[in-house]
């Protein structure tokens, strides 16, 4: 197998071409490729008059390695490692349990049935379905619902977000989770797109698919169940304690996935009394900022705009103080969504459906801050940090949940805005 990269291809030709232009590349005839896959595609506009496409392939063919010796530039030797599952030693009789269905819950989960071992997964939200029409009702006027929200239930947050899948870190276990991810329902192009993403639509459907091979390998599921507590031994666990189904209960376990994602404050705090070790670290926090998709694809892709998917970007400014802001989690084609997870707090998140059609692009607009800013040496500092804008932003919108949204040209002249 050999990787081919940097191929050109036009915005008016046909992902076909690629056959063509890599049999040219390697000097061979397109019917001598036994193979041609498409496995990197990004787009250069760095030229807006001559904005293309760049791609990556892997062949196969006959004579591999003579052809290797007389490639170009930009040929490679491809040796492909399918992820392998580790292997299975555990032996205990308990069941492994996994607290969270978000990611890395939902795939903890997924490759512990994959090896036999029937885990038991509590989530403290609901499954997508009636978590979907929870949050509908939440953004049509209601309540927040503290169990069932943008932040818990099936999925997790990323549930109503983008479904972006991007990432610094290389690692081969990554094609696995994009395999699994095209397995059960997301789009094939997310194995070979630069800026691989799934949509908030499509992705409902995908976790539902996993939760159900989770289930056909003999795990369980428990929606509405809450871990509240932990039963130790020293440093063995043996037991937890959920609340779930209307009781409190005592489910025996000695092996613990922690998958709670961000939100879940009262299980930190519980954590926290029962004595686990933990540690304040660094994060981000900021506003969100929305503008014309149109006026983005243009700045961003010149007169071929229109034919392309809609663009996003990347900004940031480095100040003297050693302070940072910039843009995360860009939303092309999106929209702002309420995203609290309990009464009396603004909290806001951007969204968008697979096919990133609306006419506004969002981006997180954000600011490190360390445990520095937090003061004291509490391990949740952090947290009432969060909690302290949120319950600021709950005030300033006079008790109504909605998210102060000033025109960015009065916020910058720390103007109020007016008007609808």
């Keep these: 197998m050999?990787?081919?990269?940097?191929?050109?291809?036009?915005?008016?030709?046909?992902?076909e071409q690629l056959r063509y232009k890599a049999a040219k590349r390697l000097g061979v005839r397109p019917e001598e490729l036994r193979e041609c896959v498409l496995t990197r595609q990004s787009i250069d506009a760095r030229k807006k008059q001559d904005v293309h496409l760049v791609c990556s392939v892997k062949v196969s063919l006959e004579r591999e390695a003579a052809i290797l010796r007389r490639a170009p530039k930009g040929v490679t030797p491809l040796e492909e490692r399918p992820y392998a599952l580790p292997a299975v030693?555990?032996?205990?009789?308990?069941?492994?349990?996994?607290?969270?269905?978000g990611p890395a819950g939902l795939f903890a989960a997924l490759t512990l049935a994959q090896g036999g071992q029937?885990?038991?997964?509590?989530?403290?939200?609901?499954?997508?379905?009636?978590?979907?029409?929870?949050v509908e009702r939440f953004w049509s006027g209601s309540p927040v619902n503290p169990s069932s929200n943008v932040q818990f239930g099936e999925g997790g947050a990323g549930t109503f977000s983008d479904g972006k899948l991007t990432t610094g870190i290389h690692d081969p276990r990554i094609a696995h989770v994009f395999q699994t991810f095209t397995a059960h329902g997301a789009p094939a192009d997310i194995q070979w797109s630069h800026k691989p993403h799934i949509g908030t639509d499509v992705l409902r459907d995908v976790v539902r698919s996993l939760r159900m091979e989770i289930l056909r390998l003999g795990g369980e599921v428990r929606f509405g169940h809450q871990l509240v507590g932990l039963t130790a031994k020293g440093a063995q666990l043996h037991?937890?304690?959920?609340?779930?189904?209307?009781?409190?209960y005592t489910l025996p376990c000695d092996t613990l996935v922690?998958?709670?994602?961000?939100?879940?404050?009262?299980?930190f705090q519980m954590l926290l009394e029962q004595g686990l070790p933990m540690e304040r670290k660094s994060f981000a926090i900021g506003v969100r900022i929305e503008?014309?998709?149109?006026?983005?694809?243009q700045a961003q892709f010149g007169p071929a705009w229109e034919q392309l998917p809609a663009a996003d970007y990347k900004l940031a400014c480095h100040l003297p103080s050693g302070r940072s802001a910039f843009t995360f989690?860009?939303?092309?084609?999106?929209?702002?969504?309420?995203?609290?997870?309990?009464?009396?707090?603004?909290?806001?998140?951007?969204?968008?459906?697979?096919?990133?059609?609306?006419?506004n692009i969002n981006g997180g607009f954000l600011v490190g801050v360390s445990p520095d800013d937090f003061g004291g040496d509490d391990p949740l500092a952090g947290v009432r940090f969060q909690e302290q804008w949120e319950q600021a932003a709950w005030a300033l919108s006079g008790g109504t949940g909605h998210a102060p949204a000033p025109l960015v040209g009065d916020f910058l002249r720390h103007t109020p805005s007016t008007g609808p």
């Design 89 to 101: 030693t555990r032996r205990s009789p308990l069941p492994p349990v996994v607290v969270g269905m």
């Design 118 to 134: 029937r885990p038991i997964v509590l989530e403290r939200g609901a499954d997508v379905d009636t978590r979907t029409a929870d």
């Design 2 to 15: 050999l990787q081919l990269s940097n191929l050109r291809l036009e915005l008016s030709e046909a992902p």
């Design 329 to 359: 989690c860009v939303c092309p084609g999106g929209e702002v969504v309420a995203a609290a997870s309990a009464p009396g707090q603004v909290v806001t998140n951007g969204m968008s459906h697979r096919a990133r059609d609306g006419s």
């Design 258 to 267: 922690l998958a709670p994602g961000h939100s879940a404050r009262d299980t």
């Design 291 to 297: 503008h014309s998709q149109a006026a983005v694809s």
């Design 239 to 248: 037991a937890i304690e959920v609340c779930g189904g209307g009781i409190h």
